[in-house]
């Protein structure tokens, strides 16, 4: 990965999060200043977070609400935090929430931190259990913690855990003619 910095080139996804790891209050903090100065589109920072550490209240709405095959592993995080925009009036709010995701897990990985994103939600149950305005679309919930031991995981999921991670050749993703490999 030439000149890549390591905050990108080091970023992994697992669902292998360290049960007794506790994330403090300054560090969610953090994250959520990171996704606060994330670029949007005429600055409407159209992004909202649900924010529950481990074993409180938000945490267990949250992990309820995920697909019983990520709640095997998402009860490990430190914290589970629902991202969600407005359901209308901003057109770009999902693109711009995803700019907020991003410079979070970008952050997530200076602090030492792993984030892994689920999509697959129960959007109304998450609405229902958060009390969260009518407009406000639940969109993603990241699972936060350090990094745990992969073979503590159900047996299904280790051979993914600790398999090499893959991208995409450049030449499958650049759609111009230009030479990417120069």
Same mark, same amino acid.
């Given at each position: ?15 292998? =999060? ?11 903090? *953090?994250?959520? @200043?990171?996704? #606060?100065? %994330?670029?949007?589109? /005429?600055?409407?920072?159209?992004? &909202? =977070?649900?924010?529950?550490? &481990? /074993? ?14 990520? $709640?095997?592993?998402?009860? &490990? ?14 057109? =770009? %709010?999902?693109?711009?929430? !995803?700019?907020? +995701?991003?410079?979070? *897990?970008? $952050?997530?990985?200076?602090? !030492?931190?792993?984030? #892994?994103? +689920? *999509?697959?939600?129960?959007?109304? !149950? ?18 936060? !913690? ?14 993914? @855990? ?9 030449? @499958?993703? +650049? ?8």
């Amino acid at each position: 990965m030439t000149d890549l910095t390591p905050l990108l080139a080091f970023r992994w996804s697992p669902r292998s =999060f360290d049960p007794g790891a506790e994330l403090a209050r300054s560090e969610a903090a *953090t994250l959520l @200043e990171a996704a #606060r100065w %994330a670029p949007s589109i /005429d600055n409407r920072q159209p992004w &909202r =977070f649900a924010l529950g550490h &481990r /074993d409180d209240d938000t945490f267990k709405r949250i992990l309820v609400n995920l697909p019983p095959a990520d $709640q095997r592993w998402a009860g &490990r995080a430190s914290i589970l935090l629902l991202a969600a925009h407005p359901r209308v009036g901003h057109p =770009f %709010a999902t693109y711009d929430l !995803g700019q907020a +995701v991003a410079h979070l *897990t970008v $952050q997530a990985t200076a602090l !030492g931190l792993h984030v #892994r994103q +689920v *999509t697959d939600l129960d959007h109304a !149950g998450l609405a229902a259990d958060l009390d969260l305005p009518e407009n406000l679309q639940p969109y993603v919930v990241m699972a936060v !913690g350090q990094l745990g031991d992969p073979l503590s995981l159900p047996a299904d999921l280790v051979a993914d @855990e600790t398999a090499l991670r893959h991208r995409r050749p450049l030449d @499958e993703l +650049v759609l111009s003619c230009v030479d990417v490999k120069q």
